[in-house]
């Protein structure tokens, strides 16, 4: 279905260098959550289930996991016979030679021969490392109704924290006036998402005219919009109200998943009308053993549990021992817990084998601790 | 690759899962939360390299027709095709609706497959096996027909009304009887059969001239004496799923990860349709062991000993032992249920207490709300 | 289906300069051929025929169009649960920074954890550009029989035209004990395809050695099976009979085309047992009118046709006016011949519109003559 | 996006294609050398943005449920979903096999829709048309069914025995009758209904309660005074494909580029099941004139005023005039064939000369050898 013509470019290029060893051989958008899902199946799927056909992912960095894990868009439902997930690497082009991607704008800019040959009329550009469920339709819709240039996703924050966001001050019909990166003084408490629908018409001039600018940073934030602005052109707020996370860090990663185990939160994976879709594992069910102990988790298929989770989330092939205890933890794909091990507020990234006995964490941490196989390797076996 | 064309049978008269087969072909029952019976089967063919496959159906085509085409055995969209097969003429007495007849209104299908072999299955036999391996010893060995079988000690107590296959020194097939569960040892036929496509054509000609109430099997057992039929044991786990206490047993085997086990290898995935559902919550309240979990559910009672399904919600209170709950029912606030069956989309809320027997578990019908 | 774990890896990246216009805005291997296919169709639909079910494309010049035509991996029923068409450009990694490919060994062996990743036991090395039809399972089974290292396909070719190519010189059993690059003096007929097989791990080592060898131009005739045979490495010839055509010029182009003419033509594209699969255009049947005369055609779907088509080969959407002539000639996708135009010994590209009444082309003509857009504009309307 | 369920109907007992309908439903005649006869329904529906749609058969669900599945009708593969549907039940008196018995035994699925309104429109009606439109205008004077008719001055050669519909000036539907071909100029309904989820719910849910042999279009054409039913009038081109005649004459007036050109535009494409043909050869002493042809022929003799099917072979000297060739058909040497229709994988070789008229084409059977 190409109803509307609306193109999905999914901004996928992050190194996500906070996140340490998690992203040191995989794209940020590729990191796993919330047991089963990687990050991109978010907007991927927000996609489908807003009748988005095309979608293009633009990777630089790591992305031989992301691309070939994007590449296969029946996992969405995405390979309709006109559809497709399409994976968009900077390359050599006949007139301009080959360089890597300079900012987010100048990503789409070297991609508009891929939005004139699925013949785009309006162009979504979303970002690859975002937790959230939005109908985009309904954007679209808001975005024809008020005859925008631009139409860009806004969250209510707190005013405290405003200061951290990009700050769009509108008018009373929620059209954008002023755009502040991060103000000292916020005079709204509207923080863009980095979500933006352009009419592709208007914006393919402005990144051809961006492309050429010698002093542009290349970015939406810091200089379509506000070239946008100054021309006065019609920008839209799109007011969002939900579950909304940014995984930039650690500790936030953990938060994100430990949101899951409120069975009120309101991300709400069970809803059948908004699936998210993701790859399909070819794991067996959940074994619990009779020694396993379960109290408030979240776990996926091909678990073996024969011990105490408590205040986890267990990710796709997560083995717990015997006699072991995994409290306010997050398990990544494959890992193990040996008997009688102990892990408390840790994240254990895939496939890392915690020995037998081994203790790792600290209930009273401040921060959340990454458990990877060097440290597996450096901490020594306390036996308590 | 294996270069043999897959025929998926169904079951004789001996095969009825009592209630549960009123819905769907025994094929296509639910099994350990979050597969079909047929999903088993299937995975060996594909997984062998047969990527050209034929299932024949007796009736209630949809649920089974439905569940193949979507899912993704991993095969090419273009080259391979799973094709599910029935007969399309009413049959008026149920005395008619054999194999047989199916093989026979859909032998422009078979005569028009380019493999010169054929692997012939029935779905409610579940155990994992390389047919490549099969095939190779059938075509080494230079026989017939090659029939797989299993040798258990569990004669009496498992494996009622399958065919008992006796086997000379030789390694030949000589005869076959029911079993009544009279004696302990015994070899079972999981009535698979390997053969040329040729010799399979001829076969099915064959039974249908002889008999019209004739099955495959009574063909193949006919023919004990004229063909050269040998045994090919499978020493792997297999359960035989021809009656509802007979699926009860298996599920209850099979929730245990020491049998389990022997069905899913790394290398050898089970296929099946993917329902998107996200993991599974175990909330506050919940107390879970000694079980298989499907995905999808919400937990906040108690389970034991049980297989529960996909998108199962168990309140808090609920006590779930010694069952097999299949996916999306509901079982309400501190209702206590022990050895049971409960079909799809059924809800158990009003009801309090539930209590059935190895011998016959009791069943709550599909959709049913008690 | 995974049953050997062989990987295919399709080198996509050449430029096609010879082709001239036909390769401006489009890879070489995306060029159409045949009336409804693009050269590429063919070794992808090898693939799909031989059983493999992951294939790598490696591209790197002007390749939006091809990038995102072969992605659509279900035309050629590659969209298995475990496989798919996996596009693998150049890209940034955290050790080694960016680069381009520097040869045919260098694209492979930048892509290792591609190959890692999807667990390949066997690596297939094939040209996007040649057209033929290959059963490479059983080039495999004659790799795994002759417990080669490497196998390459070669082609018996005229022993007088043998210096054009990389030739091999082989034992009675077909080992291959020497290759000569392009001899002056050809010890045999039997030339490359630059068709490979592989064994992963070997070729891995090779490969790693090879990348840093400065001296190494990262070619596999030039560079990696050299050092295979100086190793003494066994490497087997796999011996192709068959059509096969490497399409390098406007004039190998328009033969392979009319190669298609001879109903007794090597490559059967009638065949249903090795159907070579294709994007499936949305495209009406072929309407012919009540004045046209069709001598010996090979004509698709999306065609109207009301004029004289001689010996000619119409590819999808072509319109040919009345009283048109069309004779000698390849009309490539869209292109419109207006009524009463006469084209002859030509290839039409793309989209091209001739108009009413214009000549063009030379029966006599020693070289075929491309006809695009500038010609068009350029060519004075000739009545005759 | 258009927010309807879509509903594909059968159509009643006057719609019978002679002979081509033994082997599959009409939905699933081939048609235009490459089509089925439900892919521009089908196209409609997906072309405006359903992706959810029902298609309800008779009988003989295989060749419809292969076409479907296997066709790319461009939506996505985890939200939408073309669910073919029929009665599972057998039903004893084909009288009783209507599709208001359809709907009762699948109404489970209808419920489920989580769409306000639904589009129900048969298969036997071939036209181009954007559903958006229609709903939109339902929704705009929100009266309560919304029908589609075409105005015709050939009602006594076309639309035998379909509905005519007569329309008050308030353009509110007032009653049917059947067309016997008496008058010239009539508007005839094309019998696609647009109404709410819920009004269709009631008026099956009514039709059954009325009488066990009543159809849908009976309970409509039972409530034109209670309900307040508007005509929207469809403009181009329409094809009723309801018997043997009808299908011919359809394929002649479609082979035509002025006729055809309204149903094939650039930005709606009619979607189907690809079979990966190569192009056609048309070899020395092809002569083709005034002919749709498809993919993979090969063709060697003359083709005037035809419709040539996907890989039909023509020899030398064949002349194929005024004929409908269905797919894999082979016309041998020297055959002289005019005003047939010959159905797939038919083969003329023996018979040198066959003529038919216009009121009654020959019609050479499925596999038959001639």
Redesign the interface.
């Known amino acids: 279905?190409?109803?509307?013509n609306m193109v999905a470019m999914i901004l996928a290029g992050g190194r996500g260098t906070r996140l340490f060893d998690l992203t040191?051989?995989v794209a940020k958008p590729a990191v796993h959550y919330?047991?089963?899902y990687r990050i991109i199946d978010f907007p991927l799927s927000n996609c489908?289930?807003s009748?988005i056909?095309v979608v293009g992912v633009l990777?630089?960095?790591?992305?031989?996991?992301l691309?070939?894990y994007v590449?296969?868009?029946?996992h969405?439902?995405?390979?309709?016979?006109?559809?497709?997930?399409?994976?968009?690497?900077?390359?050599?082009?006949?007139e301009t030679g080959?360089g890597?991607y300079r900012g987010t704008a100048d990503a789409i800019g070297q991609?508009l021969?891929?939005l004139d040959?699925?013949e785009a009329e309006y162009v979504l550009i979303l970002s690859g490392d975002h937790i959230y469920k939005m109908n985009y339709?309904k954007m679209l819709n808001d975005h024809i109704k008020s005859k925008a240039d631009a139409t860009i996703a806004v969250l209510e924050v707190p005013l405290k924290e405003a200061s951290r966001f990009g700050i769009m001050n509108c008018d009373k019909n929620d059209l954008i006036i002023e755009f502040e990166e991060k103000p000292k003084k916020p005079k709204s408490n509207l923080a863009s998402m980095g979500i933006y629908i352009f009419t592709y018409k208007t914006l393919k001039k402005y990144l051809l005219a961006d492309e050429k600018n010698p002093d542009s940073s290349h970015d939406f934030g810091k200089d379509i919009i506000p070239n946008y602005l100054n021309d006065n052109r019609v920008l839209k707020a799109h007011r969002f109200v939900g579950y909304w996370k940014d995984v930039g860090t650690i500790d936030s990663l953990w938060e994100a998943n430990m949101d899951?185990?409120n069975?009120q939160n309101e991300l709400n994976?069970?809803d059948p009308?908004w699936?998210?879709?993701?790859e399909?594992t070819?794991t067996?069910?959940?074994?619990?053993?009779?020694?396993?102990?379960?109290?408030?988790?979240?776990?996926?298929?091909g678990c073996?549990v024969d011990g105490l989770?408590q205040d986890s989330?267990l990710f796709t092939d997560v083995k717990v021992g015997e006699d072991a205890k995994v409290v306010d933890t997050v398990v990544m794909n494959g890992a193990i817990i040996g008997k009688g091990a102990k892990v408390t507020r840790c994240i254990v990234a895939e496939n890392v084998k915690i020995p037998d006995h081994m203790v790792i964490g600290d209930a009273n941490s401040e921060n959340i601790e990454l458990v990877t196989k060097n440290t597996v390797s450096k901490v020594g076996v306390k036996d308590v | 690759m294996c270069n043999a064309l897959g025929i998926v049978s169904f079951g004789d008269t001996n095969v009825d899962v009592l209630g549960m087969s009123n819905y769907r072909p025994v094929a296509a029952i639910n099994f350990l939360g979050r597969y079909r019976i047929i999903d088993f089967l299937l995975s060996n063919m594909t997984n062998s390299g047969i990527s050209n496959i034929q299932v024949y159906i007796k009736n209630k085509p949809r649920s089974l027709i439905d569940h193949v085409k979507e899912s993704n055995f991993n095969i090419n969209s273009k080259r391979g095709k799973i094709h599910v097969l029935y007969g399309e003429s009413q049959i008026t007495q149920e005395i008619y609706n054999h194999d047989i007849s199916s093989y026979m209104s859909n032998m422009e299908f078979i005569e028009r497959s380019n493999k010169p072999y054929v692997i012939v299955a029935p779905s409610h036999m579940v155990y994992r096996i390389d047919f490549n391996d099969v095939l190779n010893k059938h075509i080494e060995t230079g026989n017939d027909i090659t029939l797989i079988y299993t040798s258990t000690d569990h004669a009496k107590e498992e494996f009622f009304m399958a065919d008992i296959v006796n086997i000379d020194s030789g390694n030949r097939v000589t005869s076959f009887v029911k079993n009544r569960g009279k004696y302990k040892s015994r070899n079972i036929s999981l009535e698979c059969y390997v053969m040329s496509k040729r010799l399979f054509i001829e076969m099915v000609n064959k039974a249908a001239n002889t008999s019209s109430l004739y099955w495959f099997k009574d063909i193949i057992a006919e023919s004990c004496d004229d063909l050269d039929i040998r045994g090919y044991q499978h020493k792997g786990y297999v359960a035989c799923i021809n009656s509802l206490p007979a699926y009860y047993r298996a599920s209850m085997e099979l929730r245990q990860y020491q049998y389990a086990k022997d069905l899913f290898k790394q290398d050898w995935p089970i296929h099946t349709k993917t329902n998107d559902s996200c993991p599974t919550l175990y909330d506050n309240g919940a107390s879970v062991s000694n079980s298989i979990v499907a995905n999808g559910c919400q937990i906040e009672g108690t389970v034991i000993n049980s297989v529960i399904g996909r998108n199962v919600i168990i309140k808090k209170g609920a006590i779930v032992e010694n069952c097999v709950i299949l996916p999306n029912a509901y079982i309400g606030e501190d209702t206590k249920i022990n050895t049971c069956v409960v079909d799809r989309e059924a809800i158990v809320h009003h009801v309090k207490k539930l209590q059935g027997t190895l011998e016959s578990p009791i069943y709550v019908k599909r959709r049913d709300r008690i």
Chains 1, 3 share one sequence.
């Open positions: 279905m190409r109803n509307n040191k051989k919330g047991g089963k489908a289930n009748d056909s990777t630089q960095y790591e992305s031989v996991l691309n070939s590449a296969r868009d029946h969405w439902g995405l390979n309709s016979k006109d559809g497709g997930v399409f994976v968009l690497p900077p390359r050599e082009k006949d080959f890597l991609n021969d891929f040959q699925e339709a899951l185990l069975n994976l069970f009308s699936k998210i879709y993701t399909d070819n067996a069910p959940q074994f619990i053993g009779e020694h396993a102990k379960i109290k408030r988790a979240y776990i996926t298929q073996i989770v989330v």
